[in-house]
Each structure stands twice: as C-alpha cells, then as structure tokens.
C-alpha cells in the first residue's frame, strides 16, 4: 500500500503570525485549502503538506488537550536540496522569531539543523548526501587501545563470559547482563545489552570465522558484517585493535564512538583486575 499525499495537522495560536513566518522562510500555501480556520503550508507541492490549525478546531479535531510549548511530543524533519538551504531556512526561521534547541550538526554525508517555530513545534531541517553515505558505509572502522596487562590477561578477559559481562557496554547507564562464548571457529557467541533503567535490551550475537590463541579473533555478526581482533604482544602491554563492517543506519563516526567507548571499558576493567 501507498499513500498519494501526507498532511501534518498542528496547532497553532495565530494563524497570521504563522503565515507570515512561514512566507518568510521562503514557503507557499494551498489557498484551496486554507481558510480563516487552518492554513495549508507546503512542504513538496502535490505530496506533503503541513496543516496549520487554530487552537480552537484542533482541539475540536484532536478532542485532547493541546501540548504546551514547553513540551515535545513529535520532531518535524524535512530534507531539502541543499547543506546552503539548510542554513538559509534556519537563519530565516530564527531572525523570524524561532528559536534555537540544539545545534547543528554535520555527519558529512548529513547535515542538519533546527529551531522552533512560534507556536513551539520542532523542525529538524536536513541535508542527505546519498553517494557519500554508500562511500561512508563501506568502509572498515578500526578502534584501538594500548592495555597495561600481559597478553595472557587480555585474552582472559576479552574471551571468558565472567569477565565480559563486567565490561561490554559503552557507557555507565548501560549493563551486560549475560553472556555466553563458544571460542572456536564455528562457535557462537552472544552478549545481552541492557540499560540500567530496564527500557532497553537487545542479543549482540556472532559467529567465529577463526581463533589464534592469543594472537587474533575474527568473527561474523548475525546481520552479516565482519569483525576481526588483534591482540600484539608488547611484553607488559597489549595493543587491541578491532575492526569491523558497519552499518547503514548510524554516522560512521557515531559508530566508532560506540565501539571506541566499549573498548575503553574493556582497557579500564582489565587494568583494575
């Protein structure tokens, strides 16, 4: 199934007000369907549509109470053609009386910025490259650290479920509460992340492709990426270094951080031991 067209209701305390900031950012209306009630701002002619509605016959639609502006129930994000676009709206919306929540921000292959408008709603106004993120996506990401423990440790506590339980998690709102390891090639292997709070749990699951005793770990996730770990001898030292396939959904940078900050527990919990 499709749709042919999407209008977003919202409500809003002025009507003039809202039409002149919008005209002002450089957008038009449907006069067809625009009245002394609601007016119909347009997001892509003949597709998506944004209905601007009076307090009064939103809550006659809505038959609910109207958030206030202090509250957030829904971000409105919109691409549009350009990273000078993005800007253009932003800078426009904000010498309109808009107001900036966050700063912008720049993933190479996305960039975004956002305000709200008078009435509190929230837009996120986005710029996507799409041959960059292909570029971004299929490149390998390593993450390394130097651990101040013998080799023979680091493989202890890199391999053994009683110690990864104690630090594959990124951050300390986060927990491994179980895990299981069959360390052999063909072997599987699953760590279950949860937050501390109980909102959030998911399996970090693999199989082995090959195990060198103390030296190397390579292994295949269930979404079909690869990773593989080196562990160098340096005597009292280890140096760890993992690289892995990422995935399409996040920043590759944001990724690196998430992997970059597991591996820094794993160096903090081994050098406590």
């Not at 006069?31 to 549509?49: G, H, P, R, W």
């Not at 990273?83 to 904000?94: M, N, Q």
């Not at 030292?237 to 690289?243: F, I, K, M, P, Y």
Request: aromatic share 12%.
């Amino acid at each position: 199934m499709s749709v042919s067209a999407i209008y977003v209701n919202l409500p809003a305390s002025d009507l003039q007000q809202a039409r002149k900031f919008w005209s002002r950012l450089g957008f038009s209306f449907n006069e067809q369907f625009s009245d002394e009630k609601a007016i119909c701002l347009v997001l892509k002619e003949n597709t998506i549509y944004a209905m601007l509605i009076s307090h009064e016959q939103f809550y006659a639609f809505a038959q609910r109470p109207i958030a206030s502006p202090q509250s957030t129930q829904v971000l409105l994000a919109i691409e549009v053609e350009s990273r000078e676009r993005v800007d253009e709206i932003v800078t426009a919306a904000l010498a309109q009386g808009g107001s900036r929540y966050r700063e912008a921000a720049d993933h190479g292959w996305m960039y975004y910025d956002c305000f709200a408008d008078p009435d509190g709603h929230q837009w996120e106004i986005m710029f996507t490259d799409v041959a960059l993120l292909a570029a971004q996506s299929s490149a390998a990401i390593t993450v390394e650290a130097i651990v101040e423990a013998r080799v023979e440790a680091v493989w202890e506590k890199w391999t053994s479920p009683d110690h990864i339980v104690n630090w594959n998690f990124a951050s300390d709102d986060w927990h491994c509460p179980a895990a299981t390891n069959d360390l052999r090639a063909g072997g599987r292997f699953s760590s279950t992340m949860a937050s501390r709070d109980g909102s959030m749990s998911f399996d970090f699951e693999g199989t082995y492709e090959s195990v060198a005793p103390l030296s190397s770990i390579a292994y295949v996730m269930d979404d079909g990426r690869k990773v593989s770990i080196s562990f160098e001898d340096l005597g009292n030292r280890t140096h760890v270094r993992e690289t892995f396939d990422p995935e399409q959904m996040n920043p590759a940078e944001l990724q690196q951080a998430g992997w970059q900050a597991i591996l820094n527990q794993f160096k903090s919990y081994t050098e406590g031991q």
